[in-house]
């Protein structure tokens, strides 16, 4: 559904003051209902386990980590999307004190530092991550007093988080209550979440019960997940965009959760869950439309498939679900035959996805935010959107675009319950991004007639020209990738030599199938001809100062963030 009666129409839901209220409330509401399926077993059968069974087991690991000794410290968890991880993040911060999660990719001594500047007394980890994480603790300056693994480990001062969810339901029949009778400050930092680091060193957000349940309150007014639908659990946990918008919305509306195996098993656990919803960056959709384009190639069928899909956007056939799953029921097979809606958020992404998408039949939607929003701060409605938009500011959250350039371009603040505490230990960078109450995005954008936001691409990235033109990077990326042969692209300026002004240049990495299948077998000056031609043919979409006028073809894909962004200021992704 795509209408714009549903303009000013929102979704009504009860009021959560901070997470405690979301899990108690839910855990009541929806006792009996599947809250997580998982796999006990990988590649086995997804086995479900209810609303109850999860509140209690919150109730039995907090309970244990009081009497631990860790009320009010700092408690991080690390490790793959899993059960335990939710379980662990709201055990912390519904009663015991601050949580830190940690992406799981990082180095051991990129992870030892984050552990020493949060100053942790305890670290929850999965099984898999057992060895970094004794190679992480090796590099510490101080000994973490509980290291607690989420399975079973033979580790000598390993805790094993069975275990102590089991002794803390013992102490909660024993009339131990210091966890489930805890007082929530909702205006405390409940949260710290290290940025990803794609430029400079990684700042602690820090969030309170306020930000992120103010930000699930409001976003549910958008977006409504139907009471039966599953969600397949596919992007990082750590990332507060997986966090928020599916993990603890999900929580909020009764929603069942599947545990995703990993980015290659998305499809086949779309269809075991079977999932209806699910959240990406827009890497993981672009590939998936890339592989239903290919498949459709391959089987004849391509045309039809264009010509049926020109004909659902013209009729909007996309409101008329039952219809247009039977007209393309082979792409709804592949997807398992339940998905109701995508969401694409984390980076910008290319509109003719979306509309794609949409014109087969899976209802699809993106939004736009930052972890120091908790983290969405716009996003289209389920019913009314717009492809290229990033949606509609979000109710209780205020948007202005501050120096607008003649076209109506500036810098995007807001300010609302969702804005941060602050960078942990930082107050010159706070005060750089929190003024009087706004937060400063560094993202330039602009509103359309009717309300929408779009976003141009980053502040800090903007090429700008010796006669005062400023070149969106982001803008100039999406015109390389429409290219068949050009998989990635990072474009950045360049001084020329001659001039003495700023060009553009472009970071391209080819899909080698296409061109061989295209062009033959070719030699390293004949590529570099190939996507010169190439670039040229887009460059005639540009205006002139737009226009790349250098280019190096990488040999391997660019360094990316565990969400799939690329390190857009690391020096080894702007080297040929």
Not at 79 to 100: C, D, K, P, R
Not at 548 to 557: A, D, M, N, P, S
Request: hydrophobic fraction near 40%.
């Amino acid at each position: 559904m795509n209408d714009k009666k549903y303009r000013d129409v929102l979704y009504e839901f009860r009021e959560i003051s901070d997470l405690k209220d979301m899990v108690d409330s839910s855990a009541e509401l929806f006792a009996e209902k599947d809250a997580y399926l998982v796999k006990l077993v990988p590649g086995g059968e997804y086995t479900p386990i209810k609303y109850k069974k999860f509140k209690a087991d919150i109730d039995g690991l907090g309970t244990e980590l009081i009497h631990m000794g860790l009320k009010g410290k700092k408690v991080a968890v690390v490790g793959e999307n899993s059960y335990e991880w939710v379980v662990t993040y709201l055990a912390v911060t519904n009663g015991t004190g601050v949580i830190v999660p940690l992406d799981r990719e990082l180095p051991p001594q990129e992870m030892s530092n984050l552990l020493e500047r949060a100053e942790v007394s305890a670290i929850v980890y999965s099984k898999k991550m057992e060895r970094q994480v004794m190679e992480t603790v090796a590099h510490l300056s101080f000994a973490i007093p509980y290291q607690i693994c989420m399975g079973e480990t033979a580790e000598s001062g390993v805790l094993e988080m069975g275990h102590l969810i089991d002794q803390g339901g013992e102490r909660l029949a024993e009339g131990e209550r210091a966890f489930v009778d805890a007082e929530i400050d909702r205006e405390a930092m409940c949260s710290l979440l290290f940025t990803s680091g794609t430029t400079g060193m990684a700042k602690g957000v820090m969030l309170s019960h306020k930000n992120i349940s103010a930000n699930v309150y409001n976003m549910s007014k958008y977006v409504a997940i139907p009471c039966e639908d599953f969600g397949l659990s596919v992007l990082p946990m750590h990332h507060s965009y997986e966090l928020t918008c599916h993990i603890f919305t999900g929580i909020y509306q009764g929603m069942t959760v599947a545990i995703c195996e990993g980015l290659k098993h998305i499809l086949k656990n779309m269809g075991e869950a079977p999932a209806g919803v699910m959240l990406g960056v827009p890497l993981v959709f672009e590939s998936m439309h890339k592989k239903l384009m290919k498949q459709a190639q391959t089987s004849g069928k391509l045309g039809k498939m264009k010509k049926m899909m020109a004909v659902s956007r013209r009729l909007k056939l996309y409101n008329h679900p039952q219809l247009i799953k039977g007209i393309f029921k082979d792409v709804h097979t592949a997807m398992g035959n339940h998905m109701n809606l995508f969401i694409a958020g984390g980076a910008a992404i290319d509109p003719n996805v979306i509309e794609s998408f949409q014109a087969m039949g899976i209802p699809m939607i993106q939004g736009y935010g930052m972890t120091e929003n908790a983290p969405i701060i716009a996003v289209n409605k389920d019913r009314y959107s717009k492809p290229a938009a990033v949606g509609l500011p979000m109710p209780g959250t205020d948007i202005q675009i501050i120096d607008k350039d003649k076209s109506g371009v500036g810098e995007i603040i807001c300010r609302g319950d969702s804005v941060m505490l602050g960078y942990y230990n930082d107050p010159e960078e706070t005060d750089k991004v929190l003024i009087d109450g706004w937060l400063h995005t560094g993202d330039y954008g602009y509103f359309d007639r009717e309300g929408f936001l779009y976003v141009c691409g980053r502040k800090k990235s903007v090429i700008v020209t010796k006669n005062g033109k400023n070149i969106f990077p982001e803008e100039v990326e999406f015109y390389l990738t429409q290219s068949e042969f050009i998989q990635e692209a990072l474009v950045h300026g360049v001084a020329d030599e001659k001039s003495g002004d700023t060009v553009v240049k472009a970071e391209v990495y080819l899909d080698g199938e296409a061109i061989k299948e295209a062009a033959g077998n070719l030699s390293t000056a004949e590529l570099r001809t190939f996507i010169k031609k190439e670039i040229d043919k887009i460059n005639e979409e540009m205006p002139l100062y737009k226009r790349v006028k250098r280019f190096g073809i990488r040999e391997t894909e660019f360094e990316k963030t565990t969400t799939r962004k690329i390190k857009r200021f690391n020096q080894s992704n702007i080297e040929e």
